[in-house]
C-alpha cells in the first residue's frame, strides 16, 4: 500500500528540519504528480536562494541548479506520475532524467541547496499543487529517503518521515485531519494485495485425495477379487 502528500495549491509547502547543501556530487530521485498544469507548480525549493528549484514554470519542466537553468523537452500534463532524477557527478556532470518527460544534460558547478517541498523560494504564490510520494538524496553530504507512505497518517500536523537521514519535512498551513477522507493531506494510492486460497484450490485438494483413496481401495480389491478367484 502506497500513500502520497497531497499539496492543494494554496499556501502549504513541507520545510525540511535541515538544509541540504551539496557541493559536489549528488543524486535525487523525486515521485510526484501535479493536479494542475494550468498554473506554475513548484516542487521543490530553497527558502535561501532563488537559484534552485524544479517546477513547471512559463510553460517549461524547468531544474534549477545553483542558478543554472535544465528544461526537459516534453511538457508534463495533469494527474500522471512522474519519476525525476537528478544526478550531478564530481566533475559537474549534470543528467536530469524522467521516462516521459526526457532527459537533459550539461554542466553545473557551485551548491545545490534545498530545504522544502512545494514552495519557490519564499514565495506565498509559487507553490506546488500537486502529490508527492517520495524523494530520496544519495550524496556525500546527506543521504535522505523522504517517504510519505512510513509516514504518520494520524491527524495533527503532517510531517513527511525521513526514514535514512531523520531530517524531515515539516507541513506548514496544511490540513490537520489525518487522511484526505478525514479532512487532512495523506491519500491512500492503493495498491496492497492480499494472498487468498480459493475454493478451486481447496476443492482440488480433497477431491485430488479422495480419487488417490478411490484408486488405491480399486486396486486393492482387484488384487483380493483376483486371489479369491484362484483359491476357488
Known amino acids: 500500500m502506497a500513500w502520497a502528500m497531497v499539496y492543494d495549491g494554496d499556501d502549504d509547502y513541507a520545510l525540511f528540519d535541515s538544509t541540504i547543501i551539496n557541493s559536489g556530487a549528488f543524486t535525487y530521485v523525486i515521485k510526484f504528480k501535479f493536479d494542475t498544469v494550468a498554473v506554475d507548480n513548484f516542487v521543490m525549493g530553497a527558502t535561501s536562494s532563488t537559484g534552485n528549484w524544479i517546477g513547471w514554470f512559463n510553460g517549461n519542466f524547468t531544474i534549477r541548479l545553483s542558478g543554472g537553468s535544465f528544461n526537459l523537452p516534453n511538457d508534463p500534463v495533469a494527474d500522471v506520475w512522474y ?54 538524496l544519495t550524496s556525500p553530504e546527506s543521504n535522505n529517503n523522504w517517504d510519505a507512505t512510513a509516514s504518520s497518517h494520524s491527524a495533527g500536523t503532517p510531517i513527511l518521515t525521513d526514514t535514512i537521514g531523520a531530517n524531515n519535512a515539516t507541513g506548514v498551513n496544511m490540513a490537520t485531519g489525518g487522511t484526505v477522507a478525514n479532512g487532512g493531506v495523506w491519500f491512500d494510492l492503493g495498491g496492497s494485495s492480499i494472498s487468498v486460497t480459493t475454493d478451486f484450490d481447496v476443492r482440488y485438494s480433497i477431491e485430488s485425495s479422495l480419487t488417490s483413496v478411490v484408486t488405491d481401495f480399486d486396486i486393492r480389491y482387484s488384487m483380493l477379487n483376483e486371489l479369491t478367484t484362484d483359491f476357488d
Not at 525525476?84 to 550539461?106: C, F, H, K, Q, Y
Request: hydrophobic share 35%.
Open 83 to 136: 519519476t525525476l532524477t537528478l544526478d550531478r557527478t564530481a566533475a559537474n556532470a549534470v543528467t536530469i532524467s524522467e521516462p516521459l518527460l526526457g532527459s537533459v544534460s550539461g554542466s553545473r558547478s557551485g551548491n545545490v541547496i534545498f530545504n522544502q517541498f512545494g514552495r519557490f523560494s519564499t514565495s506565498t504564490s509559487l507553490i506546488f499543487d500537486g502529490q508527492l510520494e517520495y524523494a530520496t
